[in-house]
């Protein structure tokens, strides 16, 4: 009892600084806003900056200046010390590091919230990085995110607040975060990415080969694969790499994945992504994955093809299943307001939008409707606009749209049975929809 008594006061003086903090940066009127709200989220610490950076990878669902604050929230972490990941491998592992390591850098590669990687050569001599988590996250963790629930259920009976649904965002966010945190969870969503990878011959993507034995809930060690950072379009162009081909590659990985297999990377991001001079990609930090229902991904092939006829409701009514849409909502209201939405993106009644682009403009429809969209969607427009803003870059003079219908023909022609799944998933939607509009005549 004396216990959980204390864990209670514990979580409430938690409660207390986290409320406080909020409350003297909220003070610094001379900022806007979301500047006010980074900086008490960067004070907190590593919970709060993994919220904001979920704040910053979903577009639709938070206004624009708010992503364009919390995107910059990535990565500036100062680096724990290196005996202290030493510590924890061998703690974690179970056994001394020099049974397993030759050489083990104190100085990290790189350093984030969750964790850091290290370089290390094994007894073999081959190569690889270590990812270690910092020291006592868990514990901070879990009492950060039983505080962060409470002032939700503050947040629940402010009527103003309550429509966003905090409690819900705090849970699914918490979620997400406990599977972030456990590196063998990771360490299989790279295995499934991998023979993703072999199974479609998708030739030139990689995603670094596990050392599993070497791994645990805070260390995974892995094959090190150094290239040409993703953001460094000179070197890349230096090296000979054809970067448009680079981004049709990146588009294709992303969509294959979503339409083909339900599975996708969740933090395309320069940092994650790296190019070797053969002009292979390589794919870093499966900490959080997309995974789409067999009925989510029947839903967004139906949107795909709504949205390449122009068919504004059975977009709707596609999406609508995705979320669950309030009763009573015209959907014939809601179709023509998408309409009147999409207007700028349409030329001769042909959309010439992006992906990611039209998604985002959706999801904040459908969010001021209050219909509650799936966080994968969120996550999958994320992924999309990532590459369309890559494609500035990377390659200007490519028109993307037709890239992407390029990507569709090579896709079809690759998976036969794909085009036919998307045409019987487009039905089974229709037949879904009749039986939904019965069931609310009843
Ligand atoms: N297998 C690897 N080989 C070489 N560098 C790597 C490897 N894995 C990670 N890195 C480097 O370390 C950085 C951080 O790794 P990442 O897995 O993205 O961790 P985090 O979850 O902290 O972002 C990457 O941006 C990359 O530069
Ligand atoms: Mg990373």
Redesign the pocket.
């Known amino acids: 009892m004396a216990t959980a008594a204390t864990a209670r006061g514990g979580i409430a003086r938690r409660a207390w600084v986290v409320g406080t903090t909020f409350g003297r940066h909220a003070l610094h009127r001379r900022e806007p806003l979301p500047r006010r709200v980074r900086n008490a989220f960067t004070e907190l610490g590593p919970t709060f900056v993994k919220v904001g950076q979920v704040i910053a990878s979903s577009p639709g669902l938070f206004p624009h200046e708010w992503l364009v604050e919390f995107a910059s929230l990535r990565?500036r972490v100062p680096p724990f010390p290196g005996a202290e990941a030493r510590r924890i491998v061998e703690e974690d592992l179970g056994r001394p590091l020099r049974s397993a390591f030759a050489t083990f850098d104190d100085e990290p590669?790189?350093a984030?919230s969750?964790?850091?990687?290290h370089g290390a050569t094994l007894l073999d001599g081959s190569r690889v990085?270590v990812?270690v988590q910092r020291p006592g996250l868990e514990r901070q963790v879990r009492s950060d995110l039983r505080a962060l629930l409470l002032l939700c259920e503050v947040l629940e009976r402010i009527p103003q607040t309550a429509v966003g649904s905090p409690r819900a965002l705090a849970e699914d966010f918490a979620r997400t975060l406990h599977e972030e945190m456990d590196f063998r969870l990771e360490a299989d969503n790279m295995e499934r990415m991998r023979s993703i990878l072999d199974q479609d011959r998708i030739a030139d993507a990689r995603v670094?080969e596990v050392h599993h034995d070497l791994v645990g809930k805070r260390v995974l060690t892995?094959?090190?694969?150094?290239g040409i950072h993703f953001s460094d379009v000179e070197a890349m162009r230096a090296a000979g790499l054809d970067t448009q081909r680079l981004l049709r590659m990146g588009v294709q990985t992303v969509i294959e994945g979503v339409l083909v297999h339900g599975f996708f990377h969740g933090d395309l991001h320069a940092?994650?992504i790296s190019v070797l001079p053969d002009g292979t990609f390589v794919l870093?930090?499966f900490?959080i994955v997309g995974r789409l229902t067999e009925s989510v991904r029947a839903r967004l092939a139906q949107y795909l093809i709504a949205s390449t006829t122009n068919d504004y409701e059975a977009m709707i009514r596609a999406l609508d299943s995705f979320g669950s849409i309030p009763e009573g909502v015209d959907i014939p209201a809601m179709a023509a307001e998408l309409q009147e939405l999409y207007k700028p993106f349409v030329e001769n009644g042909v959309l010439v939008a992006q992906l990611g682009e039209l998604m985002e403009t959706m999801i904040r429809s459908m969010v001021q409707h209050r219909v509650r969209i799936p966080r994968e969607l969120v996550l999958l427009s994320k992924q999309m606009l990532y590459l369309e803003g890559a494609a500035h870059t990377l390659a200007p003079d490519v028109d993307l749209l037709g890239e992407q219908n390029l990507i569709y023909e090579t896709l079809f022609a690759k998976y036969p049975e794909l085009a036919m799944d998307l045409v019987a998933a487009v039905q089974r939607g229709r037949e879904m929809d009749a039986a939904i509009a019965n069931d609310r005549r009843r």
């Not at 969750?114 to 990687?117: F, K, M, T």
Request: negative net charge.
């Open positions: 990565d590669i790189a984030a969750i964790g850091q990687v990085v990812k670094p892995m094959e090190r694969i150094d940092g994650n870093f930090d900490g």
